[in-house]
């Protein structure tokens, strides 16, 4: 019974060409709207191809979250390793969160040990053995070690201090020496920095390189170029792609996108749907960005008549799956419907503007400007939440209220 039901699956077409590219941990061959930084880190890390050795190679990548700092330096430290290997230079590039090392400069310097010196016995070793092994192994292999180190936040307790002042050191007790070992530091905030003292942050920090937040073009670009790595041909619509990048736009924040695309494509293909539309987007946001339990609360403190305007984003909503947002006129035609469904006057133009500002303001609707293709301006009015759970937590809400729909 099990194997039928696993054959069954197994022949429903999936909207995906690749899902592995919508990992989190997938580095993309292409980074959009990053190659001034892919170059400035080329310029950087230069001497480490010209003359191995010569210097060590340092920069900081700034950024909030989901901007690409950590994309950007794992593609970096790979193509870098690889040009290395075409010419003959023997490059370690390593890798390292601290967050998930739990910030321990310990368990952090046997990772990397582990990449250079197989079944090195850590155990009954300090930080300080550890790293003096690594040094000795690079120089003995007349090899280089390239360390990103990410969330360097998570190394501003006293021991994490400790360990970013040791590795400041290997730039003073390799003098005379080739210079070995070269450096990428990953930070969101500037301002961790001046834990530092003035000494360790000079001799670490090297280039800083600051990623802007995304514009909105940019961020529909990205989630344009990772659908296309992602779905067939066809299975993924544009309004889809907007609508992620209008829900993405206020944190730049790409990660988010990723996963909607993910989820929303793993929703389409629950439900045998051939194509990914901006209702799928909706039905997998809440478990991305929002949640459904201050969703209900909020719904407890709207007027009827909010009630009732948001009951009518919902079924439009329901009814056109392919569209993410409506003009405002359509809006109030749908309301108009439900008021007279559930046997209420309903409120003129200003007023219902008036609750559309406010169903905003809470995050119960999203509004912006038409753009081409609309006659005249006018404001378009989107749902940012599943419009079946949304529709059916209303009329439950209305049912307590004692309204009978008609």
């Known amino acids: ?235 993924i619509s544009d309004e889809a792609l907007k609508l992620i990048t209008d829900i993405c736009v206020s944190s730049s924040n790409i990660r988010w996108a990723v996963e909607l695309l993910l989820k929303a494509g793993r929703y389409a293909d629950s439900i045998g749907s051939r194509m990914v539309l901006p209702i799928h987007i909706r039905a997998v946001q809440q478990s991305v960005v929002y949640s459904m339990i201050p969703v209900r609360d909020s719904l407890r403190n709207l007027s009827d008549h909010e009630l009732l305007l948001l009951l009518a984003v919902a079924r439009i909503s329901q009814f056109s799956p392919e569209e993410a947002y409506f003009p405002t006129g359509r809006v109030e035609e749908a309301y108009r419907v439900v008021c007279e469904e559930y046997n209420l006057e309903p409120k003129k133009h200003t007023q219902v503007w008036s609750y559309v500002k406010t169903l905003s303001t809470v995050g119960l609707l999203e509004i912006k400007p038409s753009s081409v293709g609309y006659r005249g301006k006018t404001t378009l009015i989107g749902l940012p939440i599943q419009p079946e759970l949304i529709a059916r937590s209303i009329e439950e809400e209305l049912s307590k209220r004692n309204f009978r729909y008609e």
């Open 1 to 235: 019974m099990s194997e039928d039901i696993l054959k069954e699956g197994l022949r429903i077409q999936s909207v995906f060409k690749d899902e592995r590219t919508l990992d989190l941990s997938y580095i993309p061959p292409h980074l959009p709207h990053r190659e001034y930084e892919y170059k400035i880190l080329a310029r950087v890390f230069r001497p480490l191809l010209d003359d191995p050795g010569s210097m060590a190679s340092k920069a900081t990548i700034i950024g909030s979250t989901g901007v690409g700092k950590t994309v950007l330096v794992r593609r970096f430290c790979n193509d870098l390793e690889k040009m290395c290997k075409d010419r003959g230079i023997r490059l370690y590039s390593i890798y390292v969160n601290a967050q998930e090392f739990r910030g321990s400069p310990h368990i952090i310097l046997t990772e990397i040990s582990s990449k250079i010196i197989p079944n090195f016995p850590s155990r009954g070793f300090s930080s300080e053995e550890i790293l003096s092994s690594i040094l000795k192994a690079l120089e003995d292999r007349d090899c280089h070690l390239l360390l990103a180190l990410d969330e360097v936040e998570a190394l501003l307790s006293p021991r994490g201090l400790k360990l970013l002042a040791s590795l400041s050191r290997l730039y003073e007790v390799s003098m005379g020496l080739k210079q070995r070992v070269h450096m990428i530091l990953i930070v969101r905030d500037p301002k961790a920095l001046r834990s530092l003292s003035a000494p360790v942050l000079e001799t670490l920090q090297g280039y800083v390189l600051d990623l802007h937040n995304y514009s909105r073009s940019e961020i529909y670009d990205i989630v344009k170029y990772r659908a296309d790595l992602a779905f067939k041909h066809g299975t």
